[in-house]
C-alpha cells in the first residue's frame, strides 16, 4: 500500500501523522509511504529523517492525495484537502465530526473511507487513540488556566495553588474521565482546592482511590454544575460522549453568574464545547470574554506541545495503520471490532451513530455498508 502524509494546515497545528520510525516500520512491511516536504519540521523532523527512514520526500499535499491508497493525518481534513479525497482511498485521523455539518457532508460527498482515531476503542474499553491526547490536553488545560488566571491576561489575578496565609485558587472539573483526571494530577500538583463533577460511581471511586483527599468528587447534576461553577475561579470541561456533540453542561445564564474574572478552559469544544458561550479559538488569539468570564477553547491544545503530542500519538496509531496496510481496509475492518468503531464514513454512508443522530443522517451499520 502507499501512505500518504501531508503537512498539517490547520492554523497552528505542528503534528505530524507518522515519525520516520512509523515509516522505517511500514518500510519494514513492504509499503511505501510520501510524506510532504516540511511535513514533521514543527517536531523537529527534517526531509532527512524521513529520507533516511524510506520514505519519498514530495514538495505539495496534491501529490501525495493523488498517489497514495490511505492518507495519515493529526487533524481533520481542512475544506481544501477534503476536495482531494478520492472515493477509493483512506483516511485515518481525528474527526469529530458530530458538530461539523459541512465537513461530514464533504467526506459523504468524497466516496472515500473515513476512519476517526477518536472513536476507535479498545479490547478492555476506553479510546486508545483519543487517550494519549486526552492526557496531554488535561493537563494543558490547567497550565492554560492558570496563564488566563493572571491580571494580564483578563484573569482575576490568583496564583493557582496560592501561598502560606493566602488560600488556593478553586478548580472545578466537569468531567472525571481521562482529560479531567489528568486535569486534577496538574492542579492538585500545583496545591489548587480541585472538585471534579462525574456522574459514574465507579469513576468516583477509581479518582478516590488514585487521589484521596487531595481531589474531592460530587455527583455532577444540574444543582451541582450551577453551584460548583459559579463558586469556581477555574473551571476545565472535560465531559466526552464518544463520536457526539458534548452536552452543554454550562448555559449562557450559569456564565453571568460566574466570578468576574475567572476562566473556563472548554477541552470539549473539539466536540463542540460544553459551554454554550463557547467558540474554537486558536493558539494565536487562544481567549476572549463573556461577561468577564476568560474563556480558553483552542481546538487543538495538544498542537501547543507538537512534539510530545506526536510521539504519544503516533505510539498508539502506528499498530492501526500497519493493520490497515498489511491487510487493506475492508479486512481490517472486518477483522476488528474495535477499529471497525473508529469506521465514520464509508462510501457515502454515514456509519457512526452518534454522528448520524447529530446531523441528521441515516445511520448504517458498519458491517451492512460494507457488503453493500
Known amino acids: ?48 529523517h524521513y529520507r533516511g527512514a524510506g520514505a519519498e520526500i514530495v514538495e505539495g499535499p496534491e501529490e501525495i492525495f493523488a498517489r497514495a491508497d490511505m492518507i495519515v493525518k493529526v487533524k481533520e481534513p481542512q475544506a481544501a484537502e477534503r476536495k482531494m479525497l478520492r472515493p477509493d482511498q483512506v483516511l485515518f485521523t481525528y474527526l469529530h465530526l458530530a458538530p461539523d455539518a459541512d465537513q461530514a457532508r464533504d467526506l459523504v460527498a468524497s466516496g472515500a473511507v473515513c476512519i476517526a482515531y477518536e472513536t476507535v476503542t479498545g479490547a478492555r474499553g476506553g479510546l486508545p487513540l483519543l487517550a494519549p491526547m486526552s492526557q496531554v490536553a488535561g493537563r494543558m488545560s490547567i497550565q492554560a488556566g492558570a496563564h488566563c488566571l493572571e491580571k494580564r491576561q483578563g484573569g482575576m489575578g490568583l496564583l493557582l495553588g496560592g501561598v502560606p496565609g493566602v488560600a488556593p485558587a478553586r478548580v472545578v472539573i466537569i468531567g472525571g474521565g481521562m482529560v479531567g483526571q489528568h486535569a486534577a494530577v496538574m492542579a492538585a500538583g500545583a496545591g489548587a482546592d480541585v472538585v471534579i463533577l462525574e456522574k459514574s460511581p465507579e469513576t468516583m471511586q477509581a479518582i478516590d482511590n488514585r487521589f484521596g483527599a487531595r481531589v474531592k468528587t460530587l455527583y455532577s447534576s444540574r444543582g451541582s454544575i450551577e453551584d460548583e461553577v459559579t463558586a469556581a475561579d477555574l ?5 466526552l460522549v464518544p463520536g457526539a456533540a458534548a452536552p452543554k453542561l454550562i448555559s449562557r445564564e450559569l456564565v453571568e453568574q460566574m466570578k468576574k474574572g475567572s476562566v473556563i478552559v472548554d477541552v470539549a469544544i473539539d466536540q463542540g464545547g460544553c459551554a454554550e458561550t463557547s467558540h474554537p479559538t486558536t493558539h494565536a488569539d487562544p481567549t476572549y470574554q463573556v461577561d468577564g468570564v476568560v474563556h480558553y477553547c483552542v481546538a487543538n491544545m495538544p498542537g501547543g506541545v507538537a512534539r510530545t ?46 454522528v448520524a443522530d447529530a446531523l441528521n443522517y441515516d445511520y448504517v451499520e458498519p458491517l451492512l455498508a460494507m457488503a453493500a
Do not use: W
Open 1 to 48: 500500500m502507499l501512505i500518504g502524509v501531508p503537512k498539517e494546515v490547520k492554523p497552528q497545528e505542528y503534528r505530524v501523522g507518522l515519525t520516520p520510525t512509523g515509516v522505517r516500520e511500514l518500510r519494514h512491511h513492504g509499503h511505501e509511504i510520501v510524506v510532504q516536504s516540511r511535513a514533521g519540521e514543527g517536531v523537529g523532523l527534517s526531509d532527512d
Open 235 to 239: 473551571v476545565i470541561g472535560a465531559v
Open 309 to 354: 503530542s506526536t510521539f504519544a500519538l503516533t505510539n498508539a496509531t502506528l499498530p492501526f495503520v500497519v493493520a490497515l496496510a498489511d491487510k487493506g481496509v475492508r479486512r481490517a475492518l472486518e477483522d476488528d471490532p474495535h477499529l471497525r468503531d473508529g469506521l465514520n464514513v464509508y462510501h457515502g454512508h454515514v456509519t457512526c451513530k452518534p
